[in-house]
């Protein structure tokens, strides 16, 4: 209630002019947007949500800005702050929810007469995933998105402040978590 | 390198990112193949179920160029928030929707004219004035952590809580919210609420240290506006009465502390038919008699970026003993009055593409009452108010 009326008084203080902001900053916006929102989507599974999560994890960016000369990592910290919003987003149970009925719904709207089936099947496959994402340590959940998102373990490491010849073990144990976690839940669901 | 890979080793190879020398012992060991491709098979399942994340199409997102728009009005929403949470991040602040309103403009036009030369002035609302206002002051501000200092020092130095609220209190209905209130609530006809919660009343006394003031003043770069003198050690005391909030549709959980909160994401989705009506006897507050209000008033507005001439002419032209005066974003917020609840209220909408909102303001028998919601329909709200008993 109160934080309601909060945000609804700050986004009141809303104007429409736009700030001077320094062409290195847009120039940066402009090259990792993409990236970043299709990152997103594909971890939420939710344009309007991962268009949400760009804006927030760029948002966080330009907190930093100027952006320190020299060691800062600005991919590595991309991915991890967009990863971690995106799971935070999934472990929500009623925005997983939401999704999942969105999802579900796009998936029949889609679907061509002769191959519902398998598409549902496909649908629930990735719900299930998702779940179980949501569910395990942050540290193998974000293993987990980064690297089946395709990212180099190199920056994975960089990213996730690891070594890189850490990064083979650390996904290993995380897979077999996920497949564990994953056979509980189908049980479950049965 | 006779020594086998280790699983960890193995599973990097599957990826491609072996180092040189694991490749190479890779190629000749038959056993570590072995265990590679049982790997393998297991990390394919993984990977099948987990396809989703992975970029084999271009999924279509929406043009870098239009978002930056829309990041732009996002940053600089959060910049001006962020300012605010400085101007009232005291324990004050944290009592509920109505009070946190009220008390922004409390403490923005602190205090009243003289009712009587020897006594306190005695300031509360009556009526409500809306004023467009432009933030350009408090955005240049952004980020200059002096200030900040400045600001948290002011406040924390010059504030004393004689009354804390409390944590809100969830209730059933009308009758026992008038019971904790000690004022008659009133609720709309027809409508079943989600959550009906009271804060308790507060108060606190603010004496100013006109020193410190100026000097924020001078930090932020405007020392052509100079503090009065007389300011100097006055003791404002503001009571703000106990508060009802009564959320219709699927509203946040209150909480004691929001200031804190830094989830400044888009509530719309999460919220959608989210309505709160709060309703707060109105808030007094007592200044030494020979503090100019107006003046100081013009002073706040010429911060926020107005001209002098423009800020004189609308400071002179408030009853600081009686108005609510809400300041609304310049050229992104309209208001009207309104007829509602038998007396004339101010309707203020904030019209966007992504998130409308609105809030209905009006006072009857000494109550403040406000509706506001997310969406363009605010006829809803005059429903409502129309529909009190």
Redesign the interface.
């Known amino acids: 209630?109160?934080?309601?009326?909060?945000?609804?008084?700050?986004?009141?203080?809303?104007?429409?002019?736009?700030?001077p902001?320094s062409s290195e900053f847009?120039t940066l916006?402009?090259e990792h947007?993409?990236r970043i929102?299709?990152?997103l989507?594909?971890?939420v599974?939710d344009?309007?949500?991962?268009?949400?999560l760009?804006?927030?994890t760029?948002?966080r960016l330009?907190r930093h800005h100027p952006l320190p000369d020299g060691e800062f990592n600005l991919n590595g910290w991309l991915n991890r702050v967009a990863t971690n919003l995106g799971l935070q987003s999934i472990r929500s149970f009623?925005?997983r929810e939401?999704y999942e009925l969105t999802a579900g719904k796009g998936v029949l709207d889609e679907a061509p007469e002769s191959s519902p089936a398998e598409l549902l099947a496909q649908q629930e496959?990735?719900r299930?995933?998702r779940q179980v994402l949501a569910a395990m340590n942050e540290r193998q959940s974000q293993l987990?998105?980064m690297?089946?998102?395709?990212i180099?373990?190199k920056d994975m490491a960089q990213a996730l402040n690891l070594s890189?010849?850490?990064?083979?073990?650390?996904?290993?144990r995380a897979?077999?978590e996920?497949?564990k976690r994953?056979r509980a839940l189908t049980e479950e669901e049965e | 390198m006779n020594q086998h890979l280790t699983d960890g080793e193995l599973r990097a190879s599957l990826d491609d990112e072996s180092s040189v020398s694991d490749l190479h012992h890779l190629e000749t060991c038959a056993e570590c193949q072995t265990r590679q491709r049982q790997l393998q098979v297991q990390s394919q399942a993984t990977a099948r179920k987990l396809a989703f994340l992975n970029p084999v199409a271009e999924e279509p997102v929406p043009a870098a160029k239009t978002i930056w728009i829309r990041f732009s009005r996002n940053i600089l929403t959060k910049k001006e928030t962020s300012m605010l949470k400085r101007w009232f991040a005291f324990p004050v602040a944290r009592i509920g929707a109505a009070v946190v309103l009220i008390l922004a403009l409390v403490l923005a036009f602190p205090g009243s004219r003289a009712f009587a030369d020897e006594l306190l002035n005695l300031f509360r609302v009556q009526q409500v004035t809306v004023i467009p206002v432009d933030y350009t002051g408090l955005q240049q501000l952004t980020g200059n952590n002096t200030l900040g200092s400045q600001i948290n020092d002011l406040i924390s130095s010059s504030t004393t809580v004689t009354q804390k609220p409390g944590d809100p209190v969830a209730v059933t209905d009308a009758d026992q919210a008038s019971q904790l209130t000690g004022f008659t609530v009133r609720l709309p006809q027809g409508m079943t609420p989600s959550e009906i919660n009271v804060t308790g009343a507060t108060a606190f006394t603010f004496t100013v240290d006109r020193t410190k003031a100026q000097a924020l003043l001078d930090e932020a770069g405007r020392s052509d506006l100079v503090l009065p003198d007389s300011i100097d050690g006055a003791k404002i005391s503001v009571n703000i009465p106990s508060a009802v909030s009564v959320g219709y549709g699927t509203c946040p959980k209150p909480e004691a502390d929001t200031l804190n909160n830094s989830d400044s994401r888009n509530p719309a989705r999460d919220y959608p038919d989210c309505v709160i009506l709060a309703e707060v006897p109105s808030p007094t507050v007592d200044a030494p008699a020979d503090v100019n209000v107006a003046q100081l008033a013009q002073i706040g507005l010429e911060f926020t970026g107005m001209s002098s001439d423009e800020a004189a002419a609308f400071s002179n032209s408030v009853d600081w003993t009686s108005t609510l005066v809400v300041p609304i974003p310049k050229n992104a917020a309209t208001y009207e009055q309104v007829t509602v609840d038998g007396v004339t209220g101010t309707l203020i909408q904030r019209p966007s593409n992504d998130l409308p909102q609105y809030a209905l303001l009006w006072i009857k028998d000494g109550i403040v009452y406000a509706i506001s919601g997310l969406g363009a329909n605010s006829q809803q709200a005059l429903d409502m108010a129309n529909s009190l008993p």
Request: charged share 30%; hydrophobic share 40%.
């Open positions: 209630m109160i934080i309601s009326m909060k945000k609804r008084k700050a986004n009141a203080q809303e104007i429409v002019e736009l700030e902001y847009e916006f402009m947007w993409a929102c299709r990152l989507y594909r971890i599974g344009p309007a949500e991962a268009e949400d760009a804006l927030e760029f948002s330009y009623k925005r939401h496959e990735h299930l995933a987990l998105v690297r089946y998102s395709g180099a373990y890189p010849t850490s990064i083979g073990p650390l996904l290993l897979e077999r996920f497949e994953y």
